[in-house]
């Protein structure tokens, strides 16, 4: 997006030996633009929205799928793939995303995303998180489109990967963030997930989506990005055909290979 620049020319003092000053001209700063689109997600989730960090590691909505899994809490549920690339291009995996709205307890009707599995082969073979046992929460919850500081979501018992009882908390809300020179995202909420072997938070905001990474205690801010808010799918749990994938819930070991995945982001 463009700056706004105002070109300004000296005046000179006319006469001669007057004594007289020659105005002074002071150039106004360009005025700052906001880059939160109209979207009122805090993760917008459609085909082709990109977001590129600092590094020039990238993530790509990769688009829907839906998946047969045996009755699991995903089954015949929209879900998308964002691919993770490091600065060469590379995929190091896929993190799958899921919408709904929040079933009971205090965040009971909150519209949310869930981070409902991995992929570690390009897509052909889906690793399932943990989930309730009444298939209503389909992942782990990652951000609450009306967030608060303190929400905090996470599992005692469930099905799927048993490896991942994972908690998520939200740490703050309403952050402003500099992309570039006088561009500023505004309401982004701070989200750290926490597992057993690691933890690693992601910034949200309002219709930007991604707006930083923190893995292995290193802050990584986006440096642009591109999200079409016009299409960004509803909260509400969508259905859709099913494509034919492997489906299996993820291992401690794959799991524990999360924070190397998200580190290629810089690297």
């Given at each position: ?16 030996g ?15 633009t ?6 009122t ?8 929205n990109?977001w ?12 829907s799928i ?6 699991c ?28 709205s ?25 690793l ?12 782990v ?13 996470g ?14 908390n ?7 963030q ?30 930007v ?16 990005f591109?999200v ?12 859709m ?10 291992t401690?070991?794959e ?8 580190d290629?982001?810089?690297h």
């Open positions: 997006m463009g700056a706004a620049f105002a070109l300004f020319v000296p005046l000179t003092a006319c006469g001669g007057g004594g007289g000053s020659s105005p002074v001209s002071t150039p106004t700063a360009p005025p700052n906001v880059a939160n689109t109209s979207a997600q805090y993760l917008p989730l459609t085909a082709g990109t590129t960090y600092t590094s020039g590691g990238t993530m790509r909505d990769l688009g839906s998946l047969s899994c045996n009755g809490a995903i089954q015949g549920i929209k879900t998308e793939g964002i691919g993770l690339y490091s600065p060469a291009g590379v995929q190091s995996g896929i993190f799958y995303y899921s919408k709904g929040y079933p009971s307890g205090t965040y009971a009707g909150h519209a949310v995303t869930y981070f409902t599995g991995l992929s570690q082969d390009g897509g052909n073979t889906v399932t998180l943990e989930y309730s046992l009444d298939g209503k929460v389909p992942g919850v990652v951000i609450d489109d009306a967030p608060t500081a303190g929400e905090s979501f599992f005692a018992a469930g099905a799927g990967s048993s490896a991942y009882p994972a908690t998520s939200i740490t703050s809300v309403g952050g402003t500099t992309l570039g020179a006088n561009t500023t995202i505004n309401n982004v909420a701070q989200e750290v997930l926490t597992q057993s072997t690691s933890s690693f938070g992601f910034g949200f905001a309002r219709g989506g991604f707006a930083n990474l923190t893995i292995s205690g290193t802050l990584l801010n986006i440096s642009s591109s079409n808010a016009a299409t960004a799918f509803d909260v509400k749990r969508q259905t055909a099913v494509q034919p994938r492997t489906v299996r819930p993820a401690a070991a799991l524990a290979a999360i924070p190397a995945m998200l290629q982001l810089a």
